[in-house]
């Protein structure tokens, strides 16, 4: 069965970043690997290098030569790889629920969102403010928009950052939520959805 990696990058791509992702690897060595010519792979790394997956991290030099340049995966390429964060944090949530109950759980997530959004407090008014509070969630990995309504503003993150997580365990969006009223300094209403697509969402009544 293919891979969601392969899916995404394409089987020979995938088979590159799996070598880069257990050491630095020169262009020779991976066109070895791969059994391809050394131009081939060169247009492969060129392509991930634009995508900021792949960096050039150094020169091998015991070559006897000239020194080859060593290539290896950025953090975004390391992310790309599925991590057992939300296996573990599930269960950790399900035992703080389990031994301590819902709204223990429930306020340890909304301390952790406060603190995630401490750094965010320095907008002057609640429009700018709204973009800073998405300014966090974008550095989480989402696209989050501000917009203006009838009864204030809303934000909206498309791609959930905790999405592994928040299916089954609801309690997650208090952490955004207590991120986006620290921020603002202002009440929120959740309004998350975690179904197929899941997407953060918050509204926040007021004019100013």
Not at 188 to 200: A, Q
């Amino acid at each position: 069965m293919t891979n969601w990696l392969e899916r995404l990058t394409g089987d020979t791509q995938a088979r590159l970043l799996g070598l880069l992702r257990r050491s630095r690897q020169t262009i020779t060595s991976l066109a070895n690997a791969l059994a391809l010519t050394d131009n081939a792979v060169r247009l492969h790394i060129a392509a991930l290098r634009r995508d900021g997956i792949v960096a050039d991290v150094g020169k091998q030099r015991d070559t006897g030569g000239k020194p080859a340049r060593l290539y290896g995966l950025t953090r975004e390429g390391e992310e790309l790889f599925p991590k057992a964060y939300a296996l573990v944090l599930g269960k950790l949530v399900e035992e703080i629920v389990r031994t301590q109950g819902r709204e223990r759980a429930v306020e340890l997530l909304r301390a952790v969102g406060a603190q995630a959004a401490a750094s965010a407090r320095t907008a002057a008014n609640r429009e700018q403010r709204l973009e800073a509070a998405a300014g966090v969630f974008r550095d989480l990995g989402s696209d989050a928009v501000v917009d203006k309504t009838a009864e204030g503003w809303r934000l909206q993150a498309y791609g959930c950052p905790l999405s592994a997580v928040t299916a089954g365990h609801p309690e997650m969006c208090e952490l955004g939520k207590a991120l986006v009223e620290e921020v603002v300094g202002a009440p929120v209403t959740e309004c998350c959805e975690r179904g197929g697509h899941p997407r953060c969402g918050f509204t926040i009544a007021g004019r100013n």
